[in-house]
């Protein structure tokens, strides 16, 4: 697994199934991606947007969101989009990509 992403309806997204410009730009609840430190790390905000940068997934706000759009004017920018879900629904989800998730940091808790 390079990385996954994870939509509002329980559909995934992941890098076997395209490019990181391919992916659906709305709905997106959490990624999920390598890295070297933790196995594989968790990307879920309540601030919903995230940018493709420096090869991987990066969480940012909406300003961050508008100055990657605005400086990186390129077929492959993408910025993904999350929505607001009830509170079930949104533990729901985070208890499925927290059972890929491979180790935690000591200031990390579990949603359970």
Known sequence: MDWKILYEDGLWFTSDDGAYW????????????????VGVRLLSS????????FGS???????GADAYRLNHLHPEQCTLY??????????EIQ??????????????????
């Open 22 to 37: 391919q992916a659906p730009r709305y709905g997106v609840q959490a990624i999920l991606q390598e890295d070297k430190e």
């Open 46 to 53: 309540i601030e919903g947007w995230w940018i493709w940068k």
């Open 57 to 63: 997934w990066v969480e940012t706000d909406e300003r």
């Open 82 to 91: 999350g929505t607001m879900l009830p509170d079930e629904k949104w533990r």
């Open 95 to 112: 208890r499925l990509v927290e059972d890929v998730k491979s180790s935690w940091y000591p200031h990390e808790r579990r949603v359970r």
